[in-house]
């Protein structure tokens, strides 16, 4: 594929951002309300921790979409993109955050909901369990509320115990092309474990949703990029996302270069063509971004209907 659209090198910009990396500031009615509820139940959501630019939009309807972020905030792998703290041994997990999770959900009136985790190579199960337990007391609490697992590249025991608490959306993010793990990603991940992740989802539970994610700008090619997204099509991932890496901190991976609005919707198109349900394709574009939106809340809901008429 060659889209003939050359992306921006950032020093050609003397440290400043493109224009469409701009967002108005987060207000509103909706958004102060979730961030005052967020602040009272004690949640951590990666929408804030993040500082994700589209916490206005994903914030500001009646009934919101939010991420939240369970198992502690310290992880047991150094990856070069990520700002959150490493440490060989985290502290334990609270037993009582699934009950504490599904009542905030069913507080904040949640439409969609996300729930990830740090890596947590330090548990013997690596977390699936707490995970499975979030997704149970969501559904005992809110059992409207449509759950995606954004979950550690979990394979075999650890992928069935977290499956078995049947989670609307699996996701998994390879995040960034193949020849981009070892220089982005903990040398414990690859592309092909998480390919894995995603493969033996789909054989654990035919009604799941698969969903995964690449960050763009760190030097891959268009090429790299579209084989990238073959292979995530070849395993049945339904759902993609594609953005732009914005660096945290000084101590972490550059910014190669600044991908134009024109190139994303050139992946998204290609992307639709290569037969993925949906895909969320833009620099502000997250992994999570505006999830009960789009295309995948809908084929969730249509999926339960369905399965409830039967």
């Known amino acids: 594929m060659d889209l003939k659209i050359p992306p921006i090198d950032p020093t050609a910009l003397g440290g400043r951002k493109p224009g469409?990396?701009?967002?108005?500031l987060p207000g509103g009615e909706g958004y102060t309300r979730l961030r005052r509820l967020t602040r009272e139940l004690k949640l951590n959501t990666v929408c804030e921790e993040a500082h994700c630019p589209n916490i206005g939009e994903c914030w500001k309807g009646e009934r919101a979409t939010?991420?939240?972020?369970?198992?502690?905030?310290?992880?047991?792998?150094?990856?070069?993109?990520?700002?959150?703290?490493?440490?060989?041994r985290a502290s334990a997990p609270d037993p009582a955050e699934p009950e504490h999770v599904g009542r905030a959900v069913a507080a904040l009136d949640l439409d969609y909901v996300v729930i990830t985790s740090v890596d947590r190579d330090d548990l013997e199960d690596g977390g699936a369990g707490h995970y499975a337990n979030c997704v149970r007391s969501i559904r005992s609490h809110s059992a409207q509320t449509?759950?995606?697992?954004?979950?550690?590249?979990?394979?075999?025991?650890?992928?069935?115990?977290?499956?078995?608490?049947?989670?609307?959306v699996l996701a998994h993010n390879v995040e960034v092309v193949p020849r981009l793990q070892r220089r982005i990603r903990d040398p414990r991940c690859s592309f092909e474990r998480s390919l894995d992740t995603l493969r033996e989802a789909r054989v654990l539970s035919?009604?799941?949703?698969?969903?995964?994610?690449?960050?763009?700008?760190?030097?891959?090619?268009?090429a790299e990029v579209e084989e990238a997204m073959g292979l995530l099509r070849a395993a049945e991932v339904d759902f993609l996302t594609l953005g732009q890496y914005l660096r945290p901190s000084p101590q972490h991976a550059p910014v190669r270069e600044y991908v134009t609005p024109e190139?994303?919707?050139?992946?998204?198109?290609l992307g639709r063509a290569m037969g993925f349900r949906q895909v969320a394709s833009g620099p502000l574009v997250r992994s999570s971004y505006k999830a009960g939106e789009l295309q995948a809340a809908y084929l969730v809901r249509e999926r339960r209907k369905e399965e409830h008429s039967i």
């Open 146 to 168: 449509i759950v995606e697992t954004l979950i550690p590249d979990y394979t075999g025991s650890m992928l069935k115990t977290l499956m078995q608490s049947e989670p609307d």
């Open 206 to 222: 035919s009604r799941v949703f698969t969903k995964s994610s690449l960050m763009l700008g760190l030097g891959e090619t268009e």
């Open 20 to 24: 469409w990396l701009k967002v108005p």
């Open 263 to 269: 190139r994303f919707d050139a992946y998204d198109r």
């Open 66 to 88: 939010m991420t939240l972020m369970v198992l502690g905030d310290e992880c047991t792998r150094r990856c070069r993109f990520c700002a959150v703290k490493t440490v060989e």
